[in-house]
């Protein structure tokens, strides 16, 4: 896993932790004792975009912190082209399935953009957890939260309005739903439109008037294979159908 070592190694070592350490998701909320275990045996490293940092077909993964950047996630159980399923961003763990299980990865993640990850080699976390059993309802919440986000991205698809439903898959995509990414400041969904259209299960001509529509009415601002919401409150207005 060697990607391109600039400008995210200029990162400071006690504002990568303080990335990790405030997310809201489980790794946030979970002792302060085991974040500082945890992130003691930690090693740093980045993934170029477009690059994987495990696959499904990979035999076991490491417990792996995004610090900065975003990853996408593709499932092990899609037939055909594998869609896109998710993307993620600074504050985000990943790799907690196979230490939980002891079986290979369910899903294959990849670099969306040049990325930042705090590594903890599965056997540490695995020495960890034999020292403090107790730890391992930590790695249980981390499971749960998976399991939320997968249920809401399902959830999001029975929304019969197409605003409603467009709306709601932006604001995960970029973050801006619990667990929420640790630099509120960034609104930038780096998704293409004809992703984003078979996400939102619409036309890509659908998809192009919806957006224009967000435009029009101040919500987001279009770029090149990007989206950047503007109004998050209005945003979660509409998704919320109201």
Known sequence: MNGAREP?????????????????????????AFQ??????????????????YTAADESAD???????????YSR??????PLLHIAHEGMWVGYGPLLSGQAPRHTVI??????FARIPRRAVQELLDTRPEWWRVLGCAALEYGDIAASGFA??????????CARMLLRLGGLRYPRRSRSERRDVPVTQDELADMVN????????ILRRFER?????????????????RLESLAAGR
């Open 111 to 116: 670099a969306r953009t040049d990325t930042l």
């Open 8 to 32: 995210l190694y200029e990162i400071p070592i006690a504002e990568r932790i303080a990335l990790l350490r405030r997310n809201e998701g489980w790794f946030g909320c979970a002792p302060k």
């Open 217 to 233: 009415d101040g919500l987001v601002a279009q770029g090149y294979r990007t989206l950047h919401v503007l109004d998050v409150p």
């Open 77 to 82: 159980f899609a037939s055909g082209d594998n």
């Open 63 to 73: 417990l792996l912190g995004v610090a900065d950047g975003t990853v996408e996630f």
């Open 202 to 209: 619409v036309s890509r001509s659908t998809l192009v008037q």
């Open 156 to 165: 999001d698809l029975l929304v019969p309005d197409n605003d409603s439903r």
């Open 36 to 53: 500082d275990a945890v992130l003691a045996r930690c090693d740093w490293f980045t993934c170029a975009t477009g690059q994987p940092v």
